[in-house]
């Protein structure tokens, strides 16, 4: 099976084996490839409302690199999802008419609510039997974050989509290198008017674990345990307080973009972003009332993917 996740800021790639069905209900994925691109598709689009070209040629090329490694590997199932960006394009049709081209099948412009109950089934399946439920799986992206409760044994009970994502927040308010506190002020204001939406329409203050899934999460994780160099497995499943995160933030939104480069474990195409996207992470965590955030290197890209398990004949190349 091959999934793709098409974001505001990456496209990612996931070809997996299901596991044996001797191995229980929890097992996890086989893992044949796992890439990551930083594309920034959503360049500009919070301001315009279109697609930039050349984010559309970034995103082509590193699309045409995982179609070949499809190919290779011999991937039956194909699903390919677009999130925040697309949805918000006024110039969808020429993202899409390029991915046809490009994969071979259609992208699926996801809703706020699928791609948050995709983000959750990633999240969830795999956690360790002593992180309680019920759950608050937050995943930040680049124009949209999700919040989604529910248990591991029943699934989804409340999901949304909010518009405030690491690189939506960045244009919108954090201009300066470093940002001034009035401009970080201003983001941290629309953020919490967002997040406090959000939990209104869910019930997170009650969840008694928080998940949090993608880059902006796992980098300010791994900033926070302090690794020279990015480790997915020292990532996965780590456990950081709420005043540590809230340290690591105040300290890159007052770093320059060099200094951030600096950090071990940034990655060149997140640095620019990462002070919006840790700013997300503190501010949900201190409106949710959460000590600790759980860090999931699986997310949507595996939710996708385990979609494909029960496809009943959809997605077959």
């Known amino acids: 099976m091959a999934a793709i996740d098409c974001g505001t800021n990456s496209i ?14 929890a097992a996890p994925l086989v893992d044949k490839c796992r890439r990551m691109e930083i594309v920034r598709l959503g360049q500009g689009v919070d301001a315009t409302g279109r697609l930039a070209p050349e984010a559309i040629e970034r995103t082509r090329v590193a699309l045409a690199e995982y179609a070949a490694e499809i190919e290779k590997l011999g991937a039956e199932r194909v699903r390919m ?45 795999g956690l360790p039997a002593a992180a309680p439920s019920p759950y608050l799986v937050l995943d930040i992206g680049g124009g949209s974050t999700e919040f989604v409760v529910g248990t591991r044994d029943g699934g989804v009970d409340a999901a949304i989509s909010m518009d405030v994502g690491c690189v939506r927040m960045t244009e919108r308010h954090l201009h300066g290198d470093p940002p001034g506190l009035d401009e970080i002020a201003a983001a941290q204001a629309d953020i919490a008017v967002a997040v406090d ?20 999460v796992t980098t300010v994780v791994a900033i926070a345990e302090g690794l020279t160099g990015y480790d997915p497995a020292r990532i996965h499943h780590a456990r950081v307080s ?8 105040a300290d890159l939104l007052a770093m320059t973009r060099e200094q951030r480069l600096a950090i071990p474990v940034m990655h060149p195409g997140r640095a620019d972003v990462i002070g919006a996207g840790a700013l997300v992470l503190r501010v949900a965590m201190e409106r949710a009332g959460m000590a600790a955030v759980i860090a999931s290197e699986h997310d949507i890209l595996d939710g ?8 009943n004949g959809r997605y077959r190349r």
């Open 197 to 216: 939406r959000a939990l209104a329409a869910v019930p997170g203050r009650e969840a008694a674990t928080l998940v949090g899934l993608a880059g902006s």
């Open 81 to 125: 999802c677009a999130t925040s960006a697309s949805r918000d394009a006024e110039n969808a049709a020429d993202f899409r008419s390029m991915v046809e081209q490009t994969l071979g099948v259609a992208p699926e412009v996801v809703s706020g609510d699928e791609e948050a109950r995709l983000s959750f089934t990633g999240a969830v399946r």
């Open 242 to 249: 709420y005043d540590r995160v809230a340290e690591v933030t």
């Open 304 to 311: 996708i993917a385990w979609s494909l398990a029960n496809a």
């Open 12 to 25: 990612r790639l996931l070809v997996a084996d299901l596991p044996d069905p001797s191995a229980g209900p």
